[in-house]
């Protein structure tokens, strides 16, 4: 884990080994093993939000993060601030202090992350929203996917299942995401766009409609339950990822319920994709994030050097008022037929899909 220990300056030993002291297990310091340990070689932090409200950010990002780093062969440091705001300043103020040339958040609200951003501006380290887009803050790029294309696979998602489902004038229940994430907006943009016409033409019934704090599976478990017991005949459910997903399939398995009730997702993370194998979830959306996090790697690099980034976007940040050069991504709508692709593209192992008693479900979709 602590690879390359022996090439760092002296220095820098000392300001690695205080902040490995200081963070927790999930620390992740990486060093290539390739500089000569001039000290001249980029450092680049990364603060990720949590390891609950979604798989990704330890399984995928971290790694795929992790590997883009060390091919490029710079020093890095990932740290998880497990969706505690005073942890994530504090990781934030060692990271500069360490420092680190290039900041890399994703902001557990826009308040705290707007606070890390400024600082280190002011410090002169350069800095990139990851994922999440800080309202009013000042971070001088943003990486992430179409988050409204996001939303968008997720709505019409939800009604290709009804319609393979024969649904009738079919009551929609909405769990979104976390209500301090700007992403949770988009997403909802994006499903809205979709379903709104749908209420408006009489096709579909507007349910119950609630934000799920932090992403949190516990509350989102309690939200659903008390949703299903006031509109009993929720016929579709719009979870915006899949955590929240598996949260609304538990409460209708106590129900025996689950697989007739279509369940949206995304993450495209191993739970998610078993569950729609199982039948109980209808879809999920896959982002690449491997892509995600080599577009970060690539800027960060280019901004540690004191070069300008290549982008492929420009989004407008609506409190800040100002234009954020971007690179987006594209998102995946996945179903039990392309759970394949997901496997292909190494996201997850046929192994840890195809565990135990999913392995004759493999069989079944054909998962190779
Ligand atoms: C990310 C999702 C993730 C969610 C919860 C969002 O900002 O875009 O991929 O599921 O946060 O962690």
Do not use: H
Request: charged share 25%.
């Amino acid at each position: 884990m602590r690879k390359g220990f022996l090439l760092l300056t002296a220095a820098s030993v000392a300001l690695a080994s205080s902040l490995t002291a200081c963070g927790d297990s999930s620390s992740d310091d990486g060093d290539s093993g390739s500089g000569s340990g001039s000290g001249s070689k980029p450092k680049i932090g990364v603060i990720l939000p949590d390891s609950k409200s979604s798989p990704r950010w330890e399984t995928a990002d971290r790694k795929y993060l992790s590997e883009a780093f060390k091919a490029a062969g710079v020093e890095y440091d990932i740290q998880n601030a497990q969706n505690d705001k005073q942890e994530f300043q504090t990781i934030a103020d060692q990271m500069i202090t360490s420092g680190v040339n290039v900041l890399v958040i994703v902001n557990l609200d826009s308040g705290t992350g707007k606070a890390v951003l400024d600082k280190a501006k002011a410090q002169g380290v350069a800095t990139i929203d990851y994922d999440r887009l800080t309202l009013g803050g000042s971070a001088q790029y943003y990486v992430s996917f179409d988050n409204v294309a996001v939303g968008k696979l997720q709505g019409e998602g939800l009604s290709k299942c009804l319609t393979d489902m024969k649904a009738k004038k079919p009551i929609i229940a909405t769990l979104n995401g976390s209500p301090t994430d700007n992403n949770a907006t988009l997403f909802a943009e994006g499903y809205n766009s979709v379903l709104d016409p749908k209420y408006k033409s009489g096709e579909y019934v507007k349910g119950p409609d609630q934000s799920v704090p932090d992403w949190d599976s516990a509350q989102a478990n309690t939200i659903f339950e008390q949703m299903l017991t006031s509109q009993p005949r929720i016929g579709g459910v719009l979870a915006a990822n899949d955590t929240l997903g598996n949260a609304a399939i538990a409460v209708l398995r106590k129900q025996n319920r689950n697989g007739d009730v279509p369940v949206t997702g995304q993450d495209a993370g191993v739970q998610g994709l078993q569950n729609i194998l199982t039948g109980d979830q209808c879809m999920t959306v896959y982002k690449a994030v491997k892509k995600e996090a080599d577009a970060t790697a690539r800027l960060a690099i280019s901004l540690a050097k004191g070069e300008k980034g290549d982008t492929n976007a420009t989004v407008e940040d609506p409190e800040g008022k100002r234009k954020v050069p971007s690179v987006l991504e594209t998102p995946v709508a996945i179903y039990k037929e392309n759970i394949q692709d997901v496997v292909d593209d190494g996201f997850v192992t046929k192994e840890e899909l195809c565990k135990g008693k999913y392995a004759a479900l493999c069989t079944q979709a054909g998962i190779k």
